[in-house]
């Protein structure tokens, strides 16, 4: 049997002079469960005992002992152990909130309702130029294609034990670590997941990024400005099923932390020297133009690029366009009412001689153990291959 902790919002390490009943409403999640925790949450009742909670755990968290002896004593009556669960989901929520992502730069955001195959559905066709339409004529049918991308969220999660004798000694700090932990290790996994959706253990997916989908940055050169210029015309010679061209006005620059500094220095330079012909520009025969990449390209450096890929990984780099785009290069999507990381305690399964049953923090009846789980479900798929172009980097051209 488990104890659902309700999810609300948090900034994990918020001063506890800092806390308001406003706090209580900030970040709610969705649908029915935000509702009535909001409608809890509107309590005076509640906002008065939960601050109180609140001030009580956060000198335990300092190191007050007579403040951990309050704490035990509290968790044994029936409201506190409800408030201080509210705690840990908003440490949780707050830690997740604050770490840092790359994915949702270049990939759209989805929902879906169940665990069930979910289906991406585009209509191609009718954005050609018109026709001219003679006298008397009739005007010409278009022809509409339709395109599908599929994919499941599944579930991810894994469970911390606790003993009762670390919530003693600890003075509960690994009670105030859990939350943090679980929180970047979601976001870490989302991170991870968008990654694997396009690149795999020998570079850039071979699928997506193809000479067929004519996505290849030509020759595979290193990065540089001369490189990255190759990469907008590709990307800008791409055209819609009726011809037409694509217009993308934003970009992202996805590189490997071994690339940071190159891509920076690439994007912040405030100048570009370049040959009247274009090209890296030799002699007396060049131009000096501002940074044009400034306003079209953010910088977006993934630390999973080395570790998914073993060949490329500290090389290759992509130009995605911008997931505000009507068709995104890649979804990564999440089960309703769950797209944050939900934690949750194993409810004790003791009886206490005097009555009533034990408090969380006492464990189980054979061990005494504390036992937290974390769920996050969510998935994905790669969509339009023309909303992306990669460069493998390991040639010396354009270099």
């Excluded at 009739?138 to 469970?159: D, F, H, I, N, S």
């Excluded at 970047?184 to 067929?212: H, I, N």
């Amino acid at each position: 049997m488990t104890t659902t902790l309700k999810v609300l919002p948090d900034e994990g390490t918020r001063p506890a002079q800092k806390a308001s009943p406003s706090w209580l409403n900030e970040g709610a999640g969705a649908g029915i469960r935000a509702l009535r925790n909001k409608r809890r949450s509107l309590d005076p009742h509640y906002q008065r005992d939960f601050l109180e909670a609140v001030r009580l755990y956060e000198r335990v968290c300092s190191g007050d002992s007579y403040a951990a002896l309050q704490f035990r004593e509290a968790m044994s009556t029936s409201d506190f152990p409800l408030l201080f669960g509210d705690i840990i989901d908003r440490q949780l929520l707050g830690a997740y909130q604050d770490w840092p992502a790359t994915w949702s730069s270049y990939a759209r955001r989805g929902t879906v309702r169940d665990f069930r195959l979910v289906s991406r559905f585009t209509v191609d066709g009718g954005a050609a130029t018109l026709d001219e339409v003679k006298e008397h004529s009739e005007y010409p049918e278009a022809a509409l294609t339709e395109g599908r991308y599929q994919y499941r969220v599944t579930k991810r999660g894994r469970t911390i034990p606790l003993s009762w004798e670390t919530l003693i000694n600890d003075d509960l700090d690994a009670f105030r670590e859990i939350p943090t932990t679980l929180g970047r290790a979601g976001k870490m996994t989302e991170d991870k997941v968008a990654t694997q959706l396009y690149v795999d253990p020998t570079g850039p997916d071979a699928t997506f990024f193809s000479a067929g989908n004519a996505n290849i940055v030509t020759g595979n050169p290193p990065l540089s400005i001369s490189a990255v210029q190759t990469a907008f015309t590709v990307l800008a010679s791409q055209t819609d099923t009726d011809g037409n061209p694509i217009f993308i006005e934003a970009v992202r620059l996805v590189v490997p932390p071994a690339l940071e500094v190159v891509a920076n220095n690439i994007i912040n330079a405030t100048e570009i020297f370049a040959a009247t012909g274009g090209g890296a520009g030799t002699g007396n025969d060049q131009l000096r133009v501002a940074n044009w990449m400034r306003n079209r390209v953010t910088p977006v450096v993934n630390p999973w690029l080395p570790i998914i890929d073993l060949v490329t990984g500290n090389t290759a780099w992509y130009l995605f366009a911008s997931a505000a785009t009507g068709r995104p290069a890649l979804e990564v999507g999440f089960l309703r009412g769950n797209d944050t990381p939900q934690v949750f305690v194993k409810a004790p399964d003791q009886l206490r001689i005097g009555g009533g049953m034990a408090p969380v923090e006492d464990g189980d009846f054979e061990t005494d153990a504390i036992r937290y789980k974390v769920r996050h479900v969510l998935g994905g798929t790669l969509m339009d291959p023309k909303m992306a172009v990669a460069s493998s980097g390991d040639s010396d051209a354009g270099s």
